[in-house]
């Protein structure tokens, strides 16, 4: 088999090991690949390993020796699967690696919000404050505790569940917006409509897939609708929130705070406008990327290679 690896660096900077996709055919890495560059590393290839490398139609067509794609992430939509289909190509993905690291970055993005750590970090260490406090304590920004908040779900699937697990341990109120019925919820999980999540969260955490539906789900009429002291945290995707809607809000005050690992365009472009408002607290997209879910990543992705290989594809996503 041959097996190329389009942009293999992001998974695995230099920390973990290819030896076990190695095993299963002779690999070509890349770590990264333009899609100028895509069919003619592809051409020969009967597996392609690809995370955020496009596949149209027109490129599938081209790549006539090409009979599975593992895309190396749980969102498969840089495919075209029904094309991927056509043309008798397996396409797979990576189910449900990150679920413990993404819930950790919700609460990291949060905890930064209300406790502003490495904010008083700088103020201690750089600035000098404390040593210069006549008091035995300072702060300077607002500081507050999240026990008896309501935090308000879209989306609950694995993630979404697991932020609600952690929430209720920090005493939170967690209600949800939700395809599932009530009765389906675990105990303490309040099934709620948009409007009344909008208006009551004090917390909104967003856990949806991209879909027609929830593109700007958060936007400038739901926006309207929060409390000026509401905090919204993106670990699903950029788009779900239209970004400049939420900075005009900041700026406006009608918000308290942004936090989120995810942009529409990715990296960021310098016109971002979410990069001049205030309180926004922006990851590079790392939700994903402790070592520890890679380290998962890498062992599923040697299991949907094999499987097909001995003729039983599994986490197949065109089927």
């Keep these: 088999m041959e097996i190329v690896i389009l942009d293999g660096y992001s998974l695995n900077p230099g920390d973990l090991s290819w030896q076990g996709i190695e095993a299963l055919g002779h690999v070509t890495c890349y770590d990264r ?11 020969a290839a009967d597996i392609v390993l690809t995370n955020k490398v496009p596949f149209t139609r027109q490129t599938l067509q081209a790549l006539p020796q090409l009979r599975l794609i593992c895309v190396m992430a749980t969102g498969y939509n840089i495919i075209d699967c029904e094309a991927a289909r056509d043309a008798g190509v397996t396409v797979t993905n990576i189910p449900a690696y990150s679920t413990p690291s ?5 609460f990291a993005l949060l905890l930064s919000i209300t ?3 490495e904010h008083y970090t700088y103020e201690v260490v750089a600035e000098e404050r404390w040593t210069k406090s006549p008091d035995f304590c300072f702060w300077n920004t607002p500081l507050t505790e999240l026990s008896g908040k309501r935090l308000g779900i879209v989306g609950l699937g694995r993630i979404g569940l697991g932020v609600a697990r952690v929430a209720q341990a920090l005493g939170m109120e967690v209600v949800a917006l939700t395809s599932k019925q009530q009765e389906d919820l675990p105990d303490g999980i309040q099934k709620v409509d948009s409007d009344t999540l909008f208006r009551t969260a004090d917390v909104l955490s967003l856990h949806c897939p991209l879909t027609p539906e929830t593109s700007d789900l958060v936007c400038r009429d739901t926006l309207r609708l929060m ?8 670990t ?11 900075a005009e809000a900041l700026r406006e005050d009608r918000l308290a705070a942004y936090g989120t690992d995810v942009l529409t365009r990715e990296p960021a472009m310098a016109t971002n406008p979410l990069l001049r408002a205030p309180r926004v607290f922006i990851t590079p997209h790392i939700a994903w990327a402790t070592l520890e879910a890679r380290q998962r990543l890498m062992s599923i992705l040697e299991g949907n290679i094999k499987s097909y290989l001995e003729g039983a594809p599994i986490n197949v996503v065109n089927p």
């Excluded at 993404?102 to 919700?106: K, W």
């Excluded at 409390?227 to 993106?234: D, E, F, L, T």
């Excluded at 699903?236 to 939420?246: F, H, I, Q, Y």
């Design 33 to 43: 690949t333009s899609e100028e560059d895509i069919v003619e590393r592809c051409k």
């Design 227 to 234: 409390k000026p002291s509401a905090i919204v945290i993106n």
């Design 236 to 246: 699903s995707r950029g788009p779900v929130v239209n970004e400049a809607d939420m």
């Design 102 to 106: 993404v819930v950790q970055m919700v």
């Design 115 to 117: 406790n502003r750590v």
